[in-house]
């Protein structure tokens, strides 16, 4: 092929974007580590070991996925996206952990964020917060985190849009799974234990198995949105993807 200076250029390796089922995006990556654990652990580095074990999960399950990632480098937003849409996606599912600071609960924090106006995506964030959740919160001696509105919810700017671009452009159906507070001491140390990248992906895959298969809608999307507020002093984590 021609270089834009019109030049020959030899290309040795190419990469269709083939056309799946699934896309998983890792967030995070390279440049852009994320939220950080009480052992050091990177949020880029765990929700892409988390995605990599739920994509084999789904490919056991004869379900075509992708990943927007398959290393420790960074990736923009709107290739992410692209790459979803590219792909003729059925789901496409960002995974993040999140950062500070909630109040202590005796239960996960798990939040899945939906796209506004999207039943199918509110459905998949739904199967995901259920499944997730229910997982996490069978496991005992953790001192969970949680917002007061943690579950499967729309967050939305000043202008009533979905505040997180990930949520709010692609034309694929998707949400933003935030698994739990990997900032905060007793879950980031769970977190980088042995068993949890398996314990926490195979509900992931679980859900979106569900998804493709049936009508089922897990948990019911809160009814009123959360407002984003990026003045507001609490920080969460996908904020940085914010445009
Ligand atoms: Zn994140």
Redesign the pocket.
């Known amino acids: 092929m021609f270089d834009p200076c019109g030049n020959p250029q030899t290309i040795s390796k190419i990469f269709p974007i083939r056309e799946t089922q699934v896309v998983l995006d890792p967030?995070?990556g390279g440049k852009d580590p994320?939220?950080r654990g009480p052992t050091g652990l990177k949020?880029s580095e765990l929700?892409l070991k988390v995605a990599v074990a739920a994509a084999q999960l789904l490919h056991e399950q004869d379900v075509p996925t992708l990943l927007t990632r398959t290393g420790d480098y960074y990736i923009e937003l709107d290739e992410r996206i692209a790459l979803g849409d590219a792909a003729n996606a059925t789901a496409l599912v960002s995974i993040?952990?999140?950062?500070p600071i909630a109040a202590k609960s005796n239960k996960p924090g798990t939040e899945v964020f939906a796209q506004t106006g999207d039943t199918e995506s509110a459905r998949l964030a739904g199967l995901l917060h259920k499944e997730v959740f229910e997982v996490l919160n069978s496991v005992d001696g953790i001192e969970w985190t949680s917002r007061w509105d943690a579950g499967a919810l729309r967050v939305v700017n000043s202008k009533g849009g979905d505040a997180y671009s990930l949520v709010r452009k692609p034309q694929t159906t998707n949400a933003l799974l935030?698994v739990a507070y990997l900032a905060s001491p007793s879950e980031g140390t769970f977190m980088a234990e042995d068993g949890y990248v398996q314990l926490v992906a195979a509900p992931i895959a679980a859900a979106i198995k569900t998804f493709l298969t049936t009508d089922q809608n897990g948990t019911p999307l809160l009814e009123r949105a959360r407002i984003h507020n990026p003045s507001g002093g609490r920080r969460t984590?996908?904020e940085v993807?914010l445009e």
């Open positions: 967030g995070h994320g939220a949020e929700n993040h952990h999140n950062a935030e984590c996908p993807e």
